[in-house]
């Protein structure tokens, strides 16, 4: 089976081939460089769904051959107060059928933020990378991997996001997608 994966982000594609190999034995994963209908850093579930939606579906469209498409795509939420990172998944299918899957989350520092949500910068990954001062930190493990001292990384949290939009596909009878 050929799945399309819209983006070419070293870390999401680890994820998506690790979870689609738990569930499929004969995958392959291509990637795609796609635009989003999400700005650099979607803040809110909605706009995050959104462009993970809009990244499966041009995936999809890459070649006939994909049997699924699949968006990754990593936004901020707020909650009490403060602002949250989660991956969100999306899993399209040739029918129209479509599921979701989100990564857990992890609190992003108040100043951080800050910053991101008032548009001094426009996504996480600058702020990180000034304050680290590492280069292109969400293709190599991303925030999670620093604050967790490799413990977990962005590929865990893709892993996770897919794995959980994969299960309504794989119990498609129970969840009506037949």
């Known amino acids: 089976m050929l799945v399309c994966a819209g983006t070419l982000n070293p870390c999401k ?3 998506i081939r690790r979870a689609f190999t738990e569930f499929f034995r004969d995958v392959e994963v291509v990637g795609f460089s796609v635009s989003s209908s999400a700005p650099p850093q ?3 579930l ?3 769904i959104s462009g993970a939606r809009s990244r499966a579906l041009s995936a999809l469209r890459m070649r006939r051959e994909c049997a699924l498409g699949v ?3 990593a936004g901020l939420y707020e909650l009490g107060g403060h602002y949250y990172d989660v ?3 999306v899993v399209v299918d040739r029918n129209g059928a479509a599921s979701l899957g989100l990564s857990p989350s992890f609190q992003i520092p108040d100043s951080f933020a800050r910053r ?5 910068v426009r996504e996480l990954e600058e702020v990180v990378d000034e304050f ?3 280069k292109d930190v969400g293709e190599k493990g991303g925030f999670i991997k620093l604050l967790t001292n490799g413990a977990v990384t962005r590929e865990d949290l893709t892993y996770y996001a897919v794995a959980m939009a994969l299960v309504p ?3 498609r009878e129970l969840y009506g997608l037949t």
């Open 116 to 120: 991101i949500v008032e548009g001094e």
């Open 87 to 89: 991956q969100v998944a």
């Open 42 to 44: 979607p803040i809110g």
């Open 169 to 171: 596909l794989v119990n």
């Open 71 to 73: 968006g990754v795509e």
């Open 13 to 15: 594609l680890s994820g």
């Open 132 to 134: 680290f001062r590492t």
């Open 46 to 48: 909605d706009l995050t």
